[in-house]
């Protein structure tokens, strides 16, 4: 799948919180778009992702 | 030809904008053409917008306007006035967010903060020393309206969770994300990305310290999400947030709700 424009290797089956701690982000600070559609925190444990998804992951830093 | 002149259209054979000025207005010192302050004559063409200003006279409430308006170019100036932008969070980027935007003439702002003025906002927050005690959002207030008198500020004295987000700016066509924490930062995001389909986010990462200016862009995330920051400079001991990067990021901030609300 795709995160960020980038290729990745994902398991079959996985889960999108799984993808979204493997590669390092804190679900605290972050907000995600799969194939062009928000996904509510509450669904990361449940949402399986796919080869073809496509995935833009917002890490936010601090200061405003 | 017609032309308007200081707000009233009128038919005119006069050839150029200097002739207009020395016939009847000689005793003007500023010329504004079409938003822009001319200091070199220009022909006169149909449809044209003439201000003629003074110096040093303060001009009484509906000059006022008029003048402010002048210096905005029309067809920008209308969605300005139609729009109603969300700011949450009155810090350094907020306050100074919301200055813009009220110069800017933005007709209508919903600005949203818990905290009070202190002395350490002052490196780079849009306050001064006789707004430390006041509410972020009332001192806010009276700087806008100092500003800009002809525009519409609702406040929201309150801290902005994910409960509440929605009601609060459920109307903006945009919402500024200008808040300090990572996670309060994603909150706010999600939560009106999530419960307000038709709302633009536009939210600020990474300003902090004093790196390089040019690091800070303006970027298309999401379909309804603009980042506007470094994404790296995070505020923290021994980088703090300074005046000119945080502004920069505002400014960056400020001209994305611009380009929104005229797309």
């Given amino acids: ?64 | 030809m017609f032309i308007t002149v200081n707000g009233s259209e009128q038919k005119t054979d006069i050839k150029t904008v200097m002739q207009l000025h020395d016939l009847s207005f000689s005793d003007y010192d500023v010329t504004i053409l079409n938003g822009y302050q001319i200091s070199e004559d220009f022909e006169l063409k149909n449809g044209d917008q003439i201000y003629f200003g003074k110096k040093n006279v303060f001009p009484n409430s509906k000059e006022l306007e008029m003048l402010m308006a002048a210096r905005h170019t029309p067809f920008i100036q209308d969605r300005m006035r139609n729009a109603t932008v969300g700011i949450a969070g009155l810090g350094g980027l907020g306050s100074n967010i919301a200055a813009m935007l009220s110069r800017m003439g933005v007709g209508h702002l919903i600005i949203a903060d818990f905290d009070t003025v202190e002395p350490t906002n002052l490196n780079r927050q849009n306050y001064y020393v006789d707004n430390i005690g006041e509410r972020k959002t009332d001192a806010t207030a009276d700087i806008l309206h100092n500003i800009n008198p002809f525009i519409t500020i609702t406040k929201h004295f309150i801290r902005i969770t994910a409960d509440n987000a929605a009601d609060i700016f459920g109307e903006c066509s945009v919402v500024c994300e200008a808040f300090d924490s990572p996670s309060e930062k994603a909150m706010l995001v999600n939560t009106i990305l999530e419960k307000c389909p038709y709302t633009v986010v536009v939210a600020g990462s990474g300003m902090a310290g004093t790196d390089d200016s040019n690091l800070i862009r303006t970027e298309k995330k999401f379909k309804n999400l603009y980042v506007c920051g470094d994404n790296t400079n995070s505020a923290k001991p021994g980088m703090g947030l300074m005046a000119p990067r945080v502004n920069i990021c505002a400014g960056h901030m400020a001209n994305a709700v611009v380009r929104i609300l005229m797309d």
């Fill in chain 1, 1 to 64: 799948m795709k995160i960020n424009g980038q290729n990745i290797q994902i398991v079959s089956g996985a889960k999108l919180a799984d993808i979204l701690f493997s590669n390092g982000y804190d679900k605290t600070k972050i907000c995600v778009e799969l194939n062009g559609n928000i996904i509510p925190k509450k669904n990361y444990e449940s949402v399986i992702v796919k080869d073809e998804d496509s995935m833009e992951v917002v890490n936010f830093v601090g200061g405003g």
